[in-house]
Each structure stands twice: as structure tokens, then as C-alpha cells.
């Protein structure tokens, strides 16, 4: 699980490579390199090709252009973060501001999030928690929702990583972590989390 408080892997979009930087650059300079951009849709302002509006982690606005006019950015609602592989700037001449423009060929590597920048973050801390722990020599599970250690522990089925405890209690817990622990809110950020970083 990456680190999205890693400025390396996820810069803020002034700390993003050029398109410019990219081109002159020695193929195996970035070959094996991995960052991504995480922005956070703020307004869809497509007139002829897909435009968003996103601010980066730090507060900046800036555009981003889909070459690929058939793009279609109905999944990219307003406070989603959307997630952008071997992201690149594209500087514009003296007076503009730079934008992100993603070629035609790599619109379909770009993931959208249903959560905000602040509870994606918050999300990442958790899911490093849970990650240590699972690797963690004498570590040990609890349940999500009542802290329990005893027993065999089930993995929430839509997202695979919150568990609860055993059969006794496990419908109250799941039903508590759902409604009243705000895992209602979490279950597919985090299932979309672990589809894009899998490991």
C-alpha cells in the first residue's frame, strides 16, 4: 500500500515532471518509476473536449483535458479524487497557467475515488495500520467495530479489509461499524483503493 503523504509518489502538480522534463529525459531515467496524481474534482467544465477543474493536495486549482473527446467523465462527480499514473504538467506559454493533459492513449488509466482528498489521506493511514498489523509478528486482529481479539475474525465483503468478530456478535458489530463507525461511507474508497494498489 503506497504512502499518499509521500510527496515522491504523489506530488502536489508544480512538483509534477513536465511533459517537456519527460521528453528529454533518458528512457531508463523513468523506466520503473511509479507516481501518481491524486486531485480532487471540484467542477466538470467540458464544452468540446473533457475538461475538469481539480485542486491538488496542497489547495491548487488547476485544469485537467482528456485528448480522448469520447472520454466520458460521468463517474468523475464533484469531490471525488480522481488518479492519475506518470502524471505530467504541461507549462503553457508566459501568463497562462500550466495544466494536466492526458493523452488519448492513457484516459483509461486514470481511477476516480468516491471520497475526498482529506478522507482518502485518512483512508491511506488506516489501510497502513491495518497493513503493519497484518505483517506484524505478534500483532494482534480486533474487530472493527467492538475491539474484540478472540475468535476468528470475518473481512467486510464489499471492501475485504475492515473485519468483524465471529458469528456471535458479527451482524451487530457489522451493523454498528456500518451505520454508527461511518464504514458505510468508507466501503468503496476502500475497495477502490485496493483495486488500484492491490498489494
Known sequence: MPDF????????????????????????????????????????????????????????????????????????????????????????????????????KDCKSVQVIPAKMAQLLELGQVLDMMSADDGAEGKVQKCAACGKTEGSLARCTGCGTVRYCSKTCEQECQLKGWSELGHKSNCKSLKAIKTIWPS
Request: net charge negative; charged share 25%.
Open 5 to 104: 503523504t509521500d510527496p515522491a509518489q504523489f506530488p502536489a502538480f508544480y512538483e509534477l515532471p513536465s511533459d517537456a522534463e519527460i521528453a528529454n529525459a533518458p528512457a531508463e531515467g523513468l523506466a520503473g518509476a511509479a507516481w501518481w496524481m491524486l486531485a480532487q474534482v471540484k467542477v466538470n467544465m467540458t464544452l468540446t473536449k473533457p475538461t475538469l477543474i481539480v485542486t491538488d493536495r496542497r489547495g491548487l486549482d488547476f485544469a485537467v483535458t482528456f485528448e480522448d473527446s469520447s472520454m466520458d467523465l460521468k463517474g468523475y462527480r464533484k469531490g471525488y479524487t480522481m488518479v492519475v499514473p506518470r502524471a505530467q504538467r504541461t507549462d503553457r506559454e508566459e501568463g497562462k497557467k500550466a495544466v494536466m493533459r492526458i493523452e488519448a
